[in-house]
């Protein structure tokens, strides 16, 4: 089992900029690929961005594109999430995802774990 902690939400102005920390436990996530998703209030949720089990390929929600970067530390079992040029648009909780394959997925029914969720807000 792997347990996925976010961290790093919170209420920002829109042009602000936050980072988003995924803690996992349990087990490496070394050979995992990774995501992160969002989800707004009345919305699906919806792909953010993943990254490979090596960093070596990356994926972007068109919207994000340019303006969140993310990037992982396989050494201390951590996944981020660097958002800048925040919109309004933006406002949702996050979700790190975990998926056991390190084969990129963009679906969230593909991903095996997930973390509970951080708040982000952008006021305009």
């Known amino acids: 089992q792997v347990q996925l902690v976010e961290s790093g939400g919170g209420l920002v102005q829109a042009g602000g900029s936050l980072r988003l920390s995924c803690a996992a436990s349990g087990r490496t996530i070394s050979n995992y690929a990774m995501g992160w998703f969002r989800q707004a209030p009345g919305k699906e949720r919806e792909f953010v961005a993943r990254i490979s089990w090596s960093g070596d390929s990356l994926y972007y929600r068109g919207s994000v594109k340019g303006r969140f970067t993310i990037s992982r530390d396989n050494a201390n079992n951590m996944v981020y999430l660097q958002m800048n040029s925040l919109k309004p648009e933006d406002t949702a909780v996050y979700y790190c995802?975990?998926?056991?394959?390190?084969?990129?997925?963009?679906?969230?029914?593909?991903?095996?774990?997930w973390g509970q969720g951080t708040q982000v807000t952008v006021s305009s």
């Open positions: 995802a975990a998926r056991i394959s390190g084969i990129l997925a963009p679906t969230a029914s593909a991903y095996d774990y």
